[in-house]
Every structure is written in C-alpha cells, then in structure tokens.
C-alpha cells in the first residue's frame, strides 16, 4: 500500500541536532517511508490512501523504551486489557519491554527466566495490539545465568536483558552478568533508584559505574530518585543512555535534561514512561514527559520529540524513530490543541499543553486519522481525501 500525507506545517525528523525538514509532504510505500519533504502530483496520484494533515505537525511515532509488557495487550499490575492499544491513542507506536516482571509468579531459576524471555519475544515478533510494534524478551538477570544461556537466547531473537529484580546479594553480583549478556550481544538495562519492589535495593551511581550496562533505567527515579550528584558521575564517567520516566521524579528529570545538554551528552539522553506499574496506565505518559521537559527548561520542545523518538531509536538499534527516507513508516500528526492559546502543536507543547493527536500511521498502515480517543480534539482537521483501499471489516485490525 502507498500512503501520501499532503499539506503539512511543519516536519520534525528525529534527529536532535537536525530536527526539523523542509517541504510538507511524507510519501509512504509498504512499511517504509519513501520521501520527506515534498511530493510530486504523479506520487500523490500513485497513492492508495491520500491524508490532507491540514497544516498539522509530523513527528516520528513515540517510542516508549520502558513498557511493562506481559503478554497479550494486558497488564497485571494494573489488571486491564487494551492498554497498548490505548497507547497507540497517545502516539507511541513502539514500546519496549522492561522486562515481564509483572507476569503472574513469573519464574526466577535459569530456565525459567530463559524460557520466559523467549515466549515474550515470540509472541510479539508478529503481532501488533493496535498497531503497536511490541519489542518483548527481556531476560530477567537472575544469579547462574552464564555466557552460553546469553549467546543462546540471543540467537533464539531475545535482544533485551534486565539487571535489578533478581535474587542477587549484592547489586554489585550483577557485574558479571551484564558483561556476559553485553559480550553475547544483548542490549543491557539497569534499574536505577531507590528500590521499587519489596526485596530490591537501591541502585545509585556506583553501581551503574561498575556495570556500566547500556541504558540506565529511570535514572531519574523508577520512582524514586538516586544521590543529585551521581547523574553528573554516570554523564561525565560513562556511556551509559539516560532514561527519564514519567513515572518518576519531575525535578531529576529536569537536573538531567539540562546536565546532559551542558555536558554534551544530549544523544544519550531518551524518555520513557515506565508504566503501566503502582503508577498507573499512562497513554499520554509520552507526551507529558516531553511537555514538562519543554515547559519547564530553556530547551526547544523538537528536541525532547526528538529525544522520545531517533534517540531511543538509536540506543536500542530500531528502524523507526526518524521522519527519513528508508526508515519504518511510524508517523504521528499532532496539533495544537482544541481551545488552547496557542497555534501550532509545538507552541502548545513549549507552553506545558499535552499535544493533540490528528492521526497516527504505523508500518505504512493508517490506524486512525482524525480524533484520538485519548488526546484532547485538534484545532485542524486531518482528513482521508482519497482511498482506493478495499475493506471488508472481516478482520480486526492489527
Ligand atoms: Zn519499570
């Protein structure tokens, strides 16, 4: 299928140091996106699906890279089904596991963990809950994991590994077991923080420093914050991503974002809700993080869409997150809100609105354009001009 999106205001790529492109026109072939920037007549003729955006804004769809995932669209902790769908409402069209610690009694000896880790992965490779591309399997680090069970769970397709909710003596027993899941190619991924669950301690600076994994989750508080002084350590004396939770603490949240920026360390710096959990199920969780971060720094809000968007694409190795030639075809249309006092959905953002969403495609699929049943209503309208796809509403959609 070919999807044209015409009459764009304004394009933010992804890309922090590039945000915004030019032109007011996405061409979409397939899963893919084709071109960026302007359309011509032939192309927009070739199309199947013509979406006129109004003059709305086009961003890449969010990318949540901290979602409690279980299995199927449900969340335990929170006992609800259609949650991601709900998400998908929100703009995030990419979430990321932080691990199945919420499924039910979920297993903590060696092949438990394992054979977790698998079934999660296998029963999202193919499935999209609303459209939702769901990256699952994160392999729980529990002690007696060793290399071998790394390198096999990485050539059975797991790509994730979580250090923070095994049964170690010490946080500092995870060093050894975020080097053999790094060695064997795994994506490593730390709680940071006070202890969220009964039996968990705290994990601050020193521990981060010595794992050293690839991603600090929640570093500002999953939910509660470490020392003020270790996230100028983990910037200045460490590689490792930066992820901010909205389900977390708002004022570290901030210190990072505007440390990370003095210190040159803005690529690294990713946002994430981390729910659903004890916080709650938070569909908008995305755009209120970017909207806080906006709000409440001297920073511009394309950096934080940004931010939610090419730099956990980069982090976590995705084909989506930037508005590019080539990468996958996940777009959301935003707007200034309906009733608000400003024009253009990052004027709202900048002044601490939540954005609203005209329309969210994702793997070159319009999933709905129009009215999201989470945001508030657009000022413009999106509208389907040309169709010339056949339908029978015999399938659900996914
Ligand atoms: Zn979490």
Redesign the pocket.
């Known amino acids: 299928m070919k999807v044209a999106i015409v009459n764009i205001g304004e394009i933010v790529t992804g890309n922090w140091r590039e945000p915004f492109a030019g032109g007011g026109a996405i061409v979409v072939d397939g899963e893919r996106i084709a071109s960026v920037g302007s359309a011509s007549a032939d192309a927009v003729n070739a199309a199947d699906v013509v979406i006129d955006a109004d003059g709305m804004t086009a961003i890449p769809g969010l990318i949540d890279s901290?979602v409690?995932i279980t299995f199927g669209d449900y969340t335990p902790r929170q006992r609800t089904v259609g949650y991601l769908e709900s998400y998908l409402h929100g703009g995030t069209t990419t979430a990321i596991s932080?691990s199945e610690v919420h499924v039910p009694g979920r297993p903590r000896d060696v092949e438990g963990v394992k054979a977790l880790a698998v079934a999660a992965q296998r029963c999202f490779a193919d499935w999209r809950p609303g459209g939702m591309k769901v990256i699952a399997g994160s392999v729980i680090l529990e002690p007696g994991l060793q290399r071998k069970d790394f390198d096999e769970l990485k050539q059975k397709g797991v790509r994730l590994a979580k250090a923070g909710f095994g049964a170690v003596k010490s946080s500092f027993d995870y060093v050894p077991l975020v080097a053999d899941a790094k060695a064997a190619g795994l994506t490593t991924t730390c709680h940071t923080g006070g202890s969220?669950i009964p039996g968990s301690g705290a994990i601050t600076g020193d521990h981060l420093l010595k794992m050293h994994p690839h991603v600090s989750?929640?570093i500002n508080g999953?939910p509660t914050a470490m020392p003020d002084a270790d996230f100028e350590r983990v910037i200045a004396e460490s590689e490792i991503a930066l992820q901010v939770c909205t389900a977390g603490n708002l004022r570290t949240t901030l210190l990072c974002a505007r440390l990370a920026q003095a210190r040159g360390a803005f690529d690294r710096f990713i946002i994430a809700t981390?729910t659903p959990?004890g916080s709650g199920i938070m569909p908008l969780g995305m755009l209120y993080t970017i909207a806080h971060l906006a709000s409440l720094t001297d920073m511009p809000p394309e950096q934080f869409i940004c931010a939610a968007t090419g730099n956990n694409a980069k982090v976590y190795g995705l084909d989506s997150g930037y508005l590019a030639p080539g990468k996958a075809a996940d777009i959301v249309l935003l707007d200034a809100p309906d009733g608000g006092t400003q024009q253009t959905a990052l004027a709202a953002i900048k002044h601490g609105d939540i954005a609203a969403i005209g329309g969210v495609i994702t793997a070159g699929v319009p999933r709905f354009v129009g009215r999201s049943r989470n945001t508030p209503a657009t000022t413009r309208k999106a509208r389907v001009t040309a169709s010339r796809v056949t339908q029978d509403f015999s399938a659900a959609a996914h």
């Open positions: 901290h409690h932080a969220s989750f929640h999953g981390d959990t």
